[in-house]
């Protein structure tokens, strides 16, 4: 199998623009001190047999130039990874290259811009160079396992007893306080109603006692393996604002595959803190 781990990474062209309500949970900061990529690839770095990092850049088209030198500083710290940087510039170009193949396609099908969007670049990068199997990682999870790759191809490709192919998993990941619970403390429609953290939490702690590989109703997009006979054939959702992941496991359900949970695959999350809780609320709503 020849993998490789896309990860996503989100940057603000300035402090007005990371200030004002967007598509994304957070952008980085240029100035930003510790920006969360750089701690991402530091936990690579530990990685047996890490293959190739394909790193989406997503930021203002008019950023591009600034945000690019920046994180290419970020990748020449760590001379062990092998990492391609795709910008707005390669992007376009793969783009542009799509919709001459796919003329058909509405939108920005594969694109630099929107949960779906950057989720398909990824697949279409890596199916240009070659790759058979997807490992999608996001910039503020870090590795805390040397056999990262050994558990992320694990029953990849291969079949269920009853024959069911295992084409796409996911895995899990702990926070800040060592949890892979979602906290149940905080009130609000927004928090507690909405988001089914009642009923995440009672599948999550079956999942988690049960066998390896089971039937999941759960998708971590930040830790999330693709086999190419399931990426050539499904594409992600570049209309939907938020929830790409989980509607990826309805999009293969509609097409009579299943994904896949693994209860010994998992990362760190450590995202940033996030004051502005309204406008996801409302991209959840849409």
């Known amino acids: 199998m020849n993998a490789t781990v896309v990860i ?9 623009c990371a200030n004002a309500p967007g598509t994304y949970d957070h952008s ?26 394909i790193l989406l850049v997503v930021c ?8 690019s030198l920046h994180v290419r500083e970020i990748v020449d710290a760590h001379p062990t990874l092998k990492v391609t940087v795709v910008t707005n510039t390669q992007a376009s170009r793969i783009a542009d ?7 058909k396609g509405s939108g920005e099908c594969v694109s630099l811009r929107g949960y779906g969007a950057i989720r398909n670049m990824g697949l279409a990068c890596a199916a240009v160079l070659g790759h058979d199997a997807v490992i999608f990682l996001d910039d503020d999870e870090t590795v805390i396992d040397a056999d990262f790759m050994k558990r992320a191809t694990y029953a990849l490709g ?13 895995g899990y990941f702990y926070d800040r306080d060592g949890s892979p619970l979602a906290p149940t403390d905080k009130a609000g429609i927004c928090h507690r109603w909405w988001t089914k953290r009642i ?4 599948w999550m702690k079956k999942a988690l006692s049960g066998t390896r590989i089971s039937r999941s109703n759960y998708v971590c997009g930040g830790l999330m393996a693709l086999h190419a006979r399931a990426f050539t054939r499904v594409a992600f959702d570049p209309f ?7 509607d990826y496991l309805f999009n293969m359900r509609m097409f009579g595959y299943d ?12 995202p940033p803190e996030s004051e502005k809780r309204s406008p996801r609320f409302m991209q959840d709503v849409y």
């Open 97 to 103: 290259r799509v919709a001459q193949i796919a003329p």
């Open 199 to 202: 009923e995440f939490n009672r």
């Open 158 to 170: 291969q079949q269920t007893r009853q024959g069911l192919p295992i084409l796409v998993k996911s």
């Open 60 to 67: 203002p088209v008019s950023a591009t130039v600034d945000v």
């Open 28 to 53: 980085t900061r240029l100035n930003a001190d510790n920006p969360e990529l750089d701690r991402c690839l530091a936990s690579l770095e530990q990685v047996r047999d890490i293959p190739r990092i």
């Open 259 to 270: 994904v896949w949970f693994d209860n010994e695959w998992t990362v760190r999350h450590l």
């Open 240 to 246: 939907i604002t938020r929830g790409e992941d989980l």
């Open 8 to 16: 996503p990474t989100y940057w603000a062209g300035d402090d007005a």
